[in-house]
C-alpha cells in the first residue's frame, strides 16, 4: 500500500454540509466512562483489498463482521456530515462505540482550510450523538506522495487554523489531534513539529501514529520515544500497527517497535490514550489469515498489554 492510500480514500470534502434537526439514535455506552481498544476502518479496508473485496460495497455487513471479532469501538474515516449521519444506525444497529473519527483537512491554503474548517465543525455537530470525543485530522500534502514540502508561509498558515478548528472544537467539549504519515517527517520534520509548537496545548492535542512516526524517521525507536518525550503529555490517542524487518505484519504483536516501552513511557508522563488498532497491510504483508482472524488476535495481544487501562 502506499503512504498515501488512506487520504485516498478518504479525500478531503470540499463542501461543507449543515444539519439543523438531528434525529436521535438512542446511543447509550458512554465513551467517558468506559474505556475500550478501537480499530480504525483503513485496516479493514486493506485486508479487504487484498481479497478483492470492497469495505463500503454493503457497510451493514462489514460491521457485522467487524463486530464478531469483540471489537467494540469503531474510528471511522469520514468525508462529510452525511456520511456520518448513514453511519450512527449502523454502530447502534452492531452496538458500537466510536469515541474518535478521522478526518482529512487542507489547512495549509487561505480558501480550502475555510471549507475544511465547516465540514470538519458540521461532521463534529453529528457524531456528537455517538458520545465522539476526539476528531483526528492529518493535513493533506500539496500532492498525495509527491516531493513537494510545504513552504514556512503554508506552515505558519496551517498552524493558524489548525489551532482555530482546535479551539472550536472545545468549544463543543471535543479535542482535536494532530496525526501525522510520513511526509510531516522530512526535512527535519519541520512540519510535525512546527504544528505541534505553533499551536495551544489546550486545543490542538496529538494522535500518536506510532508506526508513521517511525518509518518516517528512517525505522528509527530514538525518533519515535523522543517524540513521547517531547510531546508525550499531549498524546490523546494511540494508533497501533507493528512491523518486522519494516515490514507491516498481519497481525499485532513483537516486532520492529517495543510497544511495552512506549506503554510505560506513557504511563510515567501520566496519560491514557484512546487506543485504536490499525494494523494494515501493505504489499509484502504476510497473507496467512484474514480480516476476522486477524483482528480477533490484535484485540486478544493489545488488550492484554493495556489491561490495566480498560479496567
Known amino acids: 500500500m502506499a503512504s498515501f492510500n488512506r487520504r485516498q480514500f478518504l479525500s ?27 480499530c480504525n476502518q483503513y485496516s479493514w479496508i486493506t485486508f479487504y483489498q487484498r481479497d478483492g473485496r470492497d469495505w463500503f460495497a454493503d457497510l451493514d455487513a462489514s460491521l457485522a463482521e467487524f463486530a464478531s471479532t469483540g471489537l467494540t469501538a469503531y474510528e471511522p474515516g469520514l468525508n462529510n456530515a452525511e456520511e456520518a449521519k448513514k453511519l450512527l444506525p449502523l454502530l447502534e444497529k452492531h452496538n458500537l462505540a466510536m469515541p474518535s473519527v478521522y478526518v482529512n483537512s487542507v489547512l495549509h491554503d487561505v480558501a480550502e482550510a475555510e471549507k475544511s474548517l465547516q465540514t470538519i465543525l458540521s461532521i463534529a455537530e453529528i457524531v456528537q ?15 498525495w506522495g509527491g516531493p513537494e514540502n510545504k513552504s514556512d508561509e503554508q ?45 495551544n496545548p489546550k486545543n490542538v492535542s496529538l494522535c500518536l501514529d506510532v508506526h508513521w512516526i517511525y518509518r518516517g524517521s528512517g525505522n528509527s525507536q530514538i525518533a519515535l520515544f523522543d517524540v513521547v518525550k517531547l510531546y508525550g503529555k499531549r498524546i490523546v490517542e494511540l494508533h497501533l500497527r507493528q512491523s518486522k524487518g519494516g515490514i507491516w505484519q498481519e497481525t499485532f504483536g513483537e516486532g520492529d517497535i517495543d510497544y511495552q516501552r512506549l506503554r510505560n513511557s506513557l504511563q510515567e508522563a501520566g496519560v491514557r490514550p484512546n487506543l485504536v488498532l490499525e494494523q494494515c497491510l501493505e504489499k509484502t504483508s504476510p497473507k496467512t489469515m484474514g480480516s476476522v482472524e486477524a483482528h480477533k488476535q490484535d484485540l486478544q495481544v493489545v488488550s492484554k498489554m493495556f489491561s490495566d487501562w480498560l479496567k
Open 12 to 38: 478531503t470534502a470540499v463542501v461543507a454540509s449543515s444539519v439543523s434537526v438531528l434525529p436521535d439514535f438512542g446511543f447509550s455506552r458512554d465513551v467517558k466512562k468506559t474505556f475500550q481498544v478501537s
Open 129 to 143: 450523538q455517538a458520545k465522539t470525543k476526539i476528531i483526528v485530522t492529518n493535513p493533506s500534502p500539496i500532492k
Open 155 to 199: 506552515l505558519a498558515e496551517q498552524a493558524k487554523n489548525m489551532d482555530k478548528l482546535g479551539a472550536e472544537l472545545k468549544k463543543r467539549g471535543m479535542t482535536l489531534a494532530y496525526h501525522t504519515h510520513d511526509v510531516e517527517l522530512r526535512a527535519a520534520a519541520r512540519e510535525f513539529h512546527h504544528m505541534m509548537l505553533a499551536t
